[in-house]
């Protein structure tokens, strides 16, 4: 019934502490159908809660075992109670979004506890405007934040009058997404398998992942010049605590489209830029901007034949590059250009690595949350990179579960010593929806962050002329 | 910072497990006060959260520290962040008292992290009657259930318009109570110490509880005839898991009282009925009535000269009894009748106890959850008794904070390993409030009791005539 947990998720279980629980998130908004009578929230809830069977993922839990020599390894819940698992909460009156981050926000800052397997769903009613949100929370040692949202994307719909749908949790919901073979959603056990591998590989073959981070720290430090710009330290790169905030908000993809059709700029350097810009207010607002620019590490796709990993989806595979955000230039339109240049000196340097090297950068866009620590990041005297900013692609298309829209989805990620803010963007149905997670006592008013990122979005339309 | 844990609080914590969490819960019913506007709620718990001083009780958290050869100690938390431990929640649609109960199992069922002080309090809006209900957990290491309802007490006010009242953790909360010196509802931190001494006073002796449990070992097997009942095996008497269900009710004192009056017995031996009743329909319908009947301990107040305790209040210190409840008696009033007389019987042991005796079963009473597992209750084949049921009087008035008036105070206990059900009583402003704690899967239908409890209510008032 034990099984062996492989090094990198038990990397996760051990580096694990108050002030950095290691589990993602993802909040997910919907629209009731048409006609859902007043019990509908209710009737939601449960239908996630009785599912039939539950996938072996989401029974399993971590267990130190004597007869194992005290080695951490996996164990089926012998007393598994899907009502601990599967809540069904409300949100206090206005019921403003404000109140439901508020409730994720402190629901995102507390541990998973290691004797019940490591994760929680709440459907969670009460929003004035009448929508249903999903708060989940899985622990990094089942799952990364890609895979996490995958999982619950696999279980939804293009077809509004589908029903009797599984929960991402539903033993059905690996054989179904397995069933469909559908290109980009498809996400069962198997594949989170083999993304863990790709993770791993150097790692399991040492046994721990000290070969992962001599290559990474190698890469980070000299290899190529665009890999070792300077971060000046900000008030992001302190040693956080266990408090949470999350803040998250939605643009069209066309506003942000157009500023990159205008400019000659991608749509992920105009995401870059906004973040920027809104972090150049808000330091500024502090008083604690920094003369030198704030350096983001930014996951990007990587094309399969370059990075030799298959993973998830037998794609692409991830690779990181750090880029310069020119938060000196005040500017909008000139900062904007600078992001670009830096983005593509990145991906350059990038292509030029090995594959060793590459799936190590790779390991490390997937996993900083385990990384960083590893680097003795808290103890260095200029971190790497100021902070993380990904952005992944979701479904253009509407999506439903048993009816219900999808209207929003957003990921909340895993601040970490000396990273206390972390931006994550998931593009979904025409919109580009951002999600900020932080310490809420490292970063404070996080939450304005939101207003700064719409005003700079005003300002580089201004600036692209459009 | 870091001071040692009493050896009784230490075993609190170290006989905790995930099936048997440690902390006691009060659930209370607040009425808003005239005019309250539509965010009413949202300052309450406001006020609730913003106390200028946290008393040094609930910023503790136990560490095991390496300096002190890893025993458990009190530390500070450092990083104590109120936010986590004072919340709003809301309950789901339609708000009944049954999405409540809902609520507060569910929170009871929750380990509280030793990372963080050991207390949480949740302000509970969205009952559809417009009541606002507080929620409260604090690990039995901490303080008792009594203790722990005294305290709440203790920030009340006789006057409805009263304000600026402070929350039970505020520091005021126990200055204040200290200034008061009123008889009933002082409790600060030097009585709750006062009261762990009395419990630990054997155990501290000798370093851990072990004399403590001799002297307890021996009482309930061989020295007086009426402690040494024979308790039959019940569905009660299993091990547990850590799922919880919560069940309360209340109902008019006088009507209790009239029965008592119109059959000369006490308002403890009708609750005891009362119970009795329930049980045995309970146990009837599941096909379980064991043919002997049932045995509860029952906390009883005694005499502060019989007892030689000085205890909380500085009056009456707590023995208890062993009380034969009658339940395979079909007749209601006889069965009042029957438990009438064991009550009877058990207290008159009770006074011809030694002062250590006396004090062994006070311990007892006030610490059940730590002497039965150390009694290996779970091994033994006959449990000395198949539950407990307390009866702690509280305030005769209605009682306010800061204007709001409390209509309803319901204790949660503790269920342990062969002791799958709890119920405990306290009287308020003319209602008798039953409180129903049990482990969710030992106890099917746990709630069905409270529909038994009316039942037998009816009946023993036909039986008396009343």
């Known amino acids: 019934m034990a099984t062996p947990i492989d090094p990198t998720s038990a990397a996760f279980l051990l580096t694990e502490n108050r002030n950095m629980p290691m589990h993602v998130g993802g909040l997910q908004l919907f629209e009731k159908p048409e006609g859902a009578g007043r019990n509908y929230t209710r009737e939601l809830f449960e239908q996630m809660r009785d599912v039939d069977e539950v996938s072996p993922l989401f029974l399993k839990h971590p267990y130190r075992s004597v007869r194992t020599g005290g080695q951490l390894t996996w164990r089926e819940d012998a007393q598994f109670d899907i009502e601990h698992h599967v809540r069904h909460s409300a949100l206090p009156k206005p019921g403003r979004i404000r109140e439901l981050l508020e409730l994720c926000s402190r629901l995102h800052g507390t541990r998973l506890a290691w004797e019940r397997p490591l994760w929680e769903a709440h459907v969670i009613e009460g929003l004035r405007d009448g929508r249903v949100a999903l708060y989940t929370k899985t622990h990094h040692a089942l799952v990364d934040g890609v895979s996490a949202m995958r999982l619950l994307q696999s279980v939804l ?14 033993q059905a919901a690996g054989t ?8 980009d959603l498809v996400l069962s056990e198997a594949p989170m398998t083999a993304l863990r591998s790709a993770l791993g590989i150097t790692a399991e073959a040492a046994g721990m992942p000290s070969a992962l981070i001599k290559t990474i720290t190698k890469g980070v430090r000299n290899e ?10 900000t008030l992001f790169n302190q040693s ?46 502090l008083d604690a901007l920094p003369e030198a620019p704030l350096v ?44 670009h240049n830096s983005m593509r000196d990145g991906k350059q340097a990038l292509s030029s690595m090995t594959p060793v090297q590459i799936m190590a950068m790779s390991a490390l866009g997937q996993a900083p949350a385990i990384i960083a620590p590893m680097l003795r990041m808290q103890g260095i005297v200029r971190p ?26 957003y990921p909340l990620s895993i601040p970490i010593n000396g990273m206390a803010l972390n931006i994550t963007c998931t593009s979904y149905d025409g919109n580009m929806m951002f999600g900020l997670t932080g310490c809420r006592r490292t970063v404070p008013h996080l939450q304005r962050l939101l207003a700064y990122l719409d005003q700079e979005l005003t300002a580089l339309e201004k600036a692209a002329g459009v």
């Not at 179904?176 to 290109?183: A, D, E, G, V, Y």
């Not at 908000?249 to 000659?264: F, M, N, S, Y």
């Not at 350097?269 to 500024?284: I, K, N, P, Q």
């Open 296 to 339: 983001a590490m930014v996951p990007v796709g990587l094309n399969a034949k370059q990075s030799q990993i298959a993973s998830a989806d037998g794609g692409n595979a991830i690779g990181s590059v750090m880029v310069q955000l020119a938060t000196d230039v005040h500017d909008p339109g000139k900062r904007l250009q600078k992001i």
């Open 157 to 170: 719909s293009t077809d509004p009058d589908e029903r009797d749908m599984p929960a991402p949790w539903g």
């Open 176 to 183: 179904r997404s397995r069933k469909k073979k559908s290109n």
């Open 224 to 233: 190529t010049s665009s890999l070792s710009l300077h971060a000046p330290r």
């Open 384 to 409: 790497p990179y100021n902070l993380i900013i990904s952005n992944v692609p979701g479904p253009r298309t509407t999506h439903y579960w048993n009816g219900a829209k999808l209207v929003g989805t």
């Open 240 to 285: 956080i605590t266990g408090s949470r905030r999350f803040a998250a908000q939605d643009w069209p993809i066309e506003r942000l489209r157009a500023i990159g059709k205008a400019t000659g700029t991608t749509l992920n350097d105009v995401v870059l830029a906004m973040c920027s810009g809104a972090m150049r207010t808000y330091l500024l607002e």
